[in-house]
């Protein structure tokens, strides 16, 4: 008996050893075993070969017992498993929660402008967010922690060294990374219930259009006159709300513009580009590696709360921020009734 186990203990091994399948195992000890069955069902008591394997039936029960006793908790572990696995990375399409995610969320729960019907909104929202570099980076963290359903990002740019100063979405590892891939991995690591779409690719006015009507905001958070303006157009066009930002130096700003309800856009307070020299990139004038994640932080809040109802959003409105002095200021923005993009 102890050498039909030790084989059969050698074929499983083997099997392992190989990578075969456990239904190969399984092909190859079940024989053995249904071979010593009929031996000691079928021969008589002190046959030689009926004492080769065992001798008794009963002790063959007990072997068989201890297998399917171990068998059914390999298959109970597993199972369990499989409910843990289930449970941690659910499905990220609309729909109700999961226990993990009610966890998640419960923080925004609990709060009162947001409640689970804001929070179910979050899920069923679709945020584009462009470029992820020093707005982007705050600003797709903050979205993913709370839970939007799904978020564009899309940037043609590569992660390097000078980055990193306030890019914080981005690590020393990602260098030479494109940036939509590099910040992919984060939102991902910090919450696998949303869904990604990284496009690696600049926006290009002929696509836009487009992009933008799969999504109910875009978020800009770009650093030269002619992409905003473009983003800005094609808002105007697919009547796709716009939460801009932007960053120099010490200063940064945050304003909510929504094409179709008589507020202004873009274009109403920057109808053209500054004169050469006079507007410089922060490459040129540095920036405040903190800055961006205060104006990222202010502009996901504003994206929150548009997209779950809560509280007054920054439309009509720009919020102006100076972080050397710690002062803030909002200005209120008119519509020009001859902007060239939204005008009558």
């Known amino acids: 008996m102890a050498l039909i186990l030790l084989g059969i203990a050698f ?12 239904l190969a ?16 069902l079928v021969l008589p008591d002190g046959h030689a070969l009926r004492e080769a394997t065992g001798g008794s039936l009963a002790a063959w029960a007990v072997v068989a017992g201890l297998a399917g006793v171990i068998a059914l908790y390999v298959l109970g572990l597993r199972w369990l498993r499989g409910r843990v696995r289930a449970k941690a990375v659910p499905d990220t399409q609309e729909g109700p929660f999961s226990e993990v ?44 922690a709370a839970g939007v359903g799904r978020i564009g990002l899309i940037d043609d740019d590569v992660v390097s ?23 992919e991995r984060a939102v991902k690591a910090l919450n696998p219930h949303v869904e990604t779409r990284p496009y690696n690719r600049p926006l290009i006015e002929a696509e836009a259009t487009a992009l933008f009507t799969e999504f109910d905001l ?29 960053i120099s130096q010490w200063e940064g700003q945050v304003t909510l513009f929504t094409p179709g309800k008589d507020t202004a856009c873009y274009a109403c307070l920057f109808p053209e580009a500054s004169a050469p020299g006079l507007v410089r990139n922060c490459s040129e004038v540095g920036v405040i590696g903190a800055l961006p994640g205060i104006i990222g932080a202010m502009m996901a809040s504003e994206a929150i709360k548009y997209l779950t109802g809560a509280g007054k959003p920054l439309i009509g409105e720009m919020l102006i921020f100076d972080a050397l002095y710690v002062e803030s200021r909002k200005m209120k923005l008119a519509r020009n009734p001859a902007c060239p993009v939204c005008g009558d």
Do not use: C, W
């Open 218 to 246: 875009v978020i800009d958070g770009t650093d030269n006159f002619e992409t905003r303006a473009m983003i800005n157009r094609a808002s105007v066009a697919t009547k796709t709300p716009l939460l801009s930002g932007a």
């Open 161 to 183: 060294l000078s980055n990193l100063q306030r890019q914080v979405i981005h690590r020393d590892a990602d260098i030479g990374v494109p940036k939509v891939f590099s910040a």
């Open 25 to 40: 195992i399984s092909s190859l000890v079940i024989p053995v075993l249904l071979f010593v069955l009929v031996v000691q």
């Open 11 to 22: 074929l499983v091994v083997l099997g392992v050893i190989m990578g075969a399948s456990r």
């Open 101 to 144: 995610e009610l966890e998640r969320y419960a923080r925004h729960i609990v709060l009162h402008d947001i409640g689970g019907q804001g929070q179910q909104k979050l899920k069923n929202a679709r945020v584009l967010v462009v470029g992820a570099g020093g707005l982007g980076a705050p600003v797709l963290l903050y979205l993913a």
